[in-house]
């Protein structure tokens, strides 16, 4: 049997349609950009290391990384099961521990939003502002 143009392109056309981990991995760089997955925080013996961005890491501070966001967007981060909610600045690239993972938290944010005994929780990332919208 011979295979007819229209049958190769429409089995072509489908095979875009289905939902890739990628597509799922990643969240538009703009106010109102939303996200949702898996926070994780990092180790205080980070303290003090260089961060992606070349600041040091403060565990004191409300930051966190992301992997694909620019450095110095401002993104709020909602526990899904709780509601509670911090904004940070994103400062360092990560996590690179598992796919559904979607952000490490500082220390700071990851106690703001009562996470620390979980160690990780789902989330909701949501843009704040980018540094080219301020």
Known sequence: ???TPWLIAATLSLAGCGTSLAARDTIRAAPGGVQQGYASYYSDRLAGRSTASGEPYAPSR???AHR???FGTRVEVRRVDTGE???V???DRGPFAGNQRI???SRAAAEAISMIRA???AVTV???STPSSR
């Open 89 to 91: 600045r994103i400062n």
């Open 85 to 87: 909610s911090v904004e």
């Open 126 to 128: 949501r843009v704040l």
């Open 68 to 70: 694909s966001l620019p």
């Open 62 to 64: 409300l930051t966190a």
């Open 103 to 105: 952000i490490d938290l």
């Open 1 to 3: 049997m011979r295979a």
């Open 119 to 121: 160690g990780v929780v």
